[in-house]
C-alpha cells in the first residue's frame, strides 16, 4: 500500500498521507460526537439518540422546539465560527511563516473591533442587522491599510507583523477610547462583545454565515498548493515559479474574509486563530491540503466546547465564549510553545 | 555611526538645560490649562495664600499631583523603554508592546475584582507581580528556539502575551459590572483624578530605579557590544540582565500602579534620545528621562483640549502618537529578523 494519497488536477494539488486521513476521520467523528451532545446539553437534558432523531426530523415534538430553536443555531455558528477562525489563522501562519501569527495577534480582529465599537457606542439607536457588515468591512479595511503600510517593494512578511502589530495598538487605543467616552450603560454590552460570544444566534446568522465560509473553505482549499509552496520562503517559492505577491495577497484576503465574518457575528473571540492552527500541525504536519480540514475541525471543537463549557458549567449564568477560548487557550499556547520550541 | 546632533559634551549639557526648561514649561502648562484655565499668579497664590476658592483647591487637589506624576511616569516608562531596547538590542522594545503593561493591569484588575482589593499598596504590589509575570514570559517565549531571541520574535511574544492577558481582563470585567466601573477609565491609562499620595507611594521605588539604571549604564554599555564580548571582558552577564530585567519590572509596575497602562512612551522616547545624542547608555539614560516627561506632560495638555469638554484618556493619546512612529522605525528597516 502507498503510504501517500494524490489528488491531483488542474486547479487542486494535494498529496496526502494516509495518517492524515485516518485523523481527519477520527476527527470527524469527535466533532459530530461533540456537536451531538452540545445539543443534548442544557437546561433540559436530551439523550444523543434523540438528538439525532429530533435532527433528522423524526424526533418529539417537546424536543424539537429547543433544539431547533434554541440550540441548533447557536452551536451551529460556534462550529462555523470556529472553523473560520482556525483556517484563517492557519493561512496567516503559512503566509506569514510564523506559529506566532493571527488574526488577533496582526490587528484583524482588532479592526474589526474599532468597526463593531464604534457602531455600538456612536450609533446605539442603529439596528444589530448593520454590524455585521460593518464589522466585515472593518477587517477589510485594516487589513488593506496593514498592507499598504507593510508595502515596500514589495511585502516581507516580517513588515507585515510589526506593523500589523503597530496598527493594532492604535486600533486598540480607539476602541478604549470609544468605551470610556460613550454612556456608560452601553459599556458592559460592548464587553460582551469585545469578550466574544455566541449568545442569541439565530438562524439568519447560520445563513449567512454557512455560505460564506464554505464558499470561501473551498477556494482556500483550492490555494492550498500556493501556501505550501509560501511556506517553503520567499525566494525558494519565487524560483520555483510562485508569483509570491499576488499569491500572499490573494491568501491574505481569504483570511481577512474568514476571519471577518466570523468575528462579525461572534465577537472577538480569542485564541482559535492562534491555537487550532497549532494543534491541527502538531497532528497532522505542515502540508496544507491536510492542515486545512484538520484546521477547521478543531477549531469548530474549540468555540463548541468552549461555549458549551460556558453555557451550562455556571448556569444560570451564560458567560461568553471568548472567556473560555482564551481561559483555556492561552495557557495551552504558551504550553505549545514551550514543547515544540525546537521545530 | 550615525551622526548626531548633540556631539560634544558641552552641547549635550546645553540639550540637557534646554530639556529642563521644557520639563518646568510642561509642569507649569499642565498646573495651569485645563477646564478650568487658571495663571500661574493662581498657582502660586494656591500655596502662599490659600483661601479655599474653587480655582486652589482645583490647582492644589487636581492639577498639581496630575502634572508630577505625569512626569514622573513619563520619565519611568522612558527609563524603562531604553533599559529594554538596549538590553533586547530591539528598536521596537517598549513595556507596552512587550505585554508587560498587559500583565500589571491585568493583576491589578484580577486583585480588584476577585479580592475586593482597593488599597494603592496593595495594587502596586499586585502590579509588580503582573509585570514581573509577563515580562519573564515574553522573554521566555522570546529566546525559545535555536536561533534564540530575535526581535521578531520578542514582538510577537510580547503581543501574544498581551492578547492573553488583555482577555483575561475581558474576561473578569464581564463577569463583574462593578469592577468594570471602577476600572474602565484608569484601564485606559490615565493620569486624571490620582491623589497625590498615590505618587509619594511609589516615588521611592521610581527614584531608586532611576538611580540604580544610571549606575548600571557603563556595564549596559558593555553588554550592548554582544553577549560574548561582553563575557569575554569579565561581565558577570546573567547578574546584568537579571538587575536590568528587574529595573524594568519595578519601573513599569509603579506606572502602571498609578497611572494604568501608557504605551509607547518608553518606545518613541529612546529613539529621540539616541537620534540626539548617540547611543551611551548613560546620555540615553538621562535624556530618555527627560524628554518620556516632557512627552507625557505635553500629551496630557493636548488630550484635554481635543475632546472638550470631555478628555482624551492619556493612554490613548501616546497609542495615537507613538504608533505612527513605531510603523515609522518598521518600514525604515531598522529591525532585522
Not at chain 2, 487658571?38 to 490659600?50: E, G, L, R
Not at chain 2, 472638550?308 to 532585522?336: C, D, H, N, Q, S
Amino acid at each position: 500500500m502507498k503510504k501517500q494519497l494524490v489528488i491531483r488536477n488542474e486547479s487542486f494539488s494535494f498529496l496526502l498521507e494516509r495518517k492524515t486521513l485516518l485523523t481527519t476521520t477520527i476527527l470527524a467523528i469527535l466533532t459530530f460526537a461533540a456537536f451531538v451532545v452540545s445539543i443534548g446539553t442544557g437546561e433540559m437534558y436530551i439523550s444523543p439518540i434523540n438528538v439525532i432523531k429530533t435532527l433528522f426530523g423524526a424526533g418529539e415534538k417537546q424536543y424539537e422546539l429547543v433544539i431547533e430553536t434554541f440550540r441548533l443555531p447557536r452551536i451551529l455558528v460556534a462550529l462555523l465560527i470556529g472553523a473560520a477562525l482556525s483556517v484563517s489563522g492557519s493561512i496567516l501562519q503559512g503566509i506569514i511563516r510564523n506559529p506566532l501569527a493571527s488574526p488577533d495577534i496582526v490587528g484583524i480582529t482588532h479592526g474589526a473591533s474599532v468597526a463593531a465599537v464604534g457602531l455600538l457606542t456612536l450609533f446605539p439607536t442603529v439596528s444589530v442587522f448593520w454590524l455585521p457588515p460593518v464589522t466585515l468591512i472593518g477587517a477589510g479595511v485594516v487589513a488593506a491599510i496593514i498592507y499598504l503600510l507593510a508595502w515596500k517593494d514589495g511585502v516581507t512578511p516580517i513588515r507585515l507583523v510589526l506593523i500589523g502589530v503597530g496598527i493594532k495598538e492604535v486600533m486598540a487605543a480607539i476602541t478604549s477610547l470609544l468605551v470610556v467616552t460613550s454612556p456608560i450603560y452601553l459599556t458592559p454590552k460592548v464587553q460582551i462583545w469585545i469578550t466574544g460570544t455566541v449568545y442569541g444566534s439565530n438562524w439568519e446568522n447560520v445563513s449567512v454565515l454557512l455560505p460564506w465560509v464554505i464558499l470561501m473553505l473551498i477556494l482556500t482549499m483550492m490555494y492550498g498548493r500556493t501556501v505550501n509552496v509560501l511556506q517553503l520562503g520567499d525566494d525558494i517559492a519565487a524560483g520555483v515559479g510562485s508569483p509570491v505577491s499576488r499569491h500572499r495577497l490573494i491568501l491574505l484576503f481569504f483570511s481577512v474574509a474568514l476571519a471577518g465574518a466570523a468575528i462579525a457575528i461572534g465577537g472577538a473571540i480569542s485564541f482559535v486563530g492562534l491555537l487550532g492552527p497549532h494543534i491541527a500541525r502538531k497532528l497532522v504536519g505542515p502540508s496544507f491540503g491536510g492542515l486545512l480540514p484538520v484546521s477547521a475541525m478543531v477549531g469548530a471543537l474549540i468555540v463548541m466546547l468552549s461555549d458549551l463549557i460556558g453555557r451550562t458549567a455556571f448556569s444560570p449564568l451564560d458567560l461568553p465564549v471568548g472567556i473560555f477560548t482564551s481561559a483555556i487557550g492561552a495557557p495551552f499556547f504558551i504550553y505549545l510553545l514551550f514543547k515544540n520550541r525546537n521545530q | 555611526m550615525i551622526k548626531n546632533l548633540l556631539g560634544s559634551t558641552p552641547l549635550k549639557l546645553g540639550g540637557l538645560f534646554v530639556c529642563l526648561v521644557l520639563l518646568l514649561a510642561g509642569l507649569i502648562g499642565s498646573v495651569i490649562f485645563g477646564v478650568v484655565d487658571t495663571s500661574w499668579h493662581v498657582a502660586i497664590d494656591a500655596y502662599t495664600q490659600f483661601d479655599g476658592s474653587n480655582e486652589h483647591i482645583v490647582i492644589r487637589e487636581v492639577r498639581v499631583p496630575r502634572a508630577l506624576i505625569a512626569g514622573a511616569v513619563g520619565a519611568s516608562l522612558a527609563i524603562a523603554g531604553a533599559l529594554l531596547q538596549a538590553m533586547t538590542r530591539n528598536p521596537l522594545a517598549d513595556v507596552g508592546i512587550f505585554g508587560i503593561n498587559a500583565g500589571a493591569s491585568f493583576a491589578i484588575v484580577f486583585g480588584a475584582a476577585v479580592f475586593a482589593m482597593n488599597s494603592l499598596g496593595e495594587f502596586t504590589t499586585l502590579s509588580f507581580i503582573g509585570a514581573a509575570l509577563s515580562g519573564v514570559l515574553v522573554y521566555f517565549l522570546g529566546a525559545l528556539g535555536r536561533e534564540g531571541i530575535t526581535p521578531l520574535k520578542l514582538t510577537l511574544a510580547g503581543a501574544a502575551v498581551t492578547a492573553m492577558f488583555s482577555s483575561f481582563t475581558h474576561a473578569i470585567l464581564v463577569t463583574n459590572e462593578q469592577a468594570l466601573n471602577d476600572v474602565l477609565f484608569w484601564l485606559a491609562g490615565s493620569v486624571a483624578g490620582r491623589k497625590l499620595e498615590m505618587l509619594t507611594g511609589v516615588f521611592p521605588y521610581m527614584l531608586l530605579a532611576w538611580i540604580v539604571a544610571f549606575l548600571m549604564a557603563r556595564p549596559i554599555n558593555t553588554f550592548m557590544m554582544g553577549e560574548d564580548v561582553a563575557k569575554g571582558l569579565g561581565q558577570r552577564t546573567v547578574l546584568v540582565k537579571a538587575l536590568a530585567g528587574l529595573l524594568i519590572v519595578l519601573l513599569s509596575a509603579c506606572s502602571v500602579a498609578v497611572s494604568g497602562p501608557i504605551g509607547f512612551i518608553g518606545l518613541v522616547t529612546p529613539h529621540l534620545a539616541r537620534y540626539l545624542i548617540g547611543s551611551d547608555t548613560r546620555w540615553v539614560l538621562v535624556y530618555s528621562g527627560f524628554l518620556g516627561a516632557i512627552l507625557l506632560l505635553f500629551a496630557d495638555i493636548l488630550g484635554r483640549f481635543i475632546a472638550m469638554p470631555g478628555e482624551v484618556p492619556i493612554g490613548v493619546m501616546t497609542a495615537l502618537m507613538g504608533a505612527p512612529f513605531f510603523i515609522y522605525v518598521v518600514r525604515k528597516g531598522l529591525v532585522r529578523a
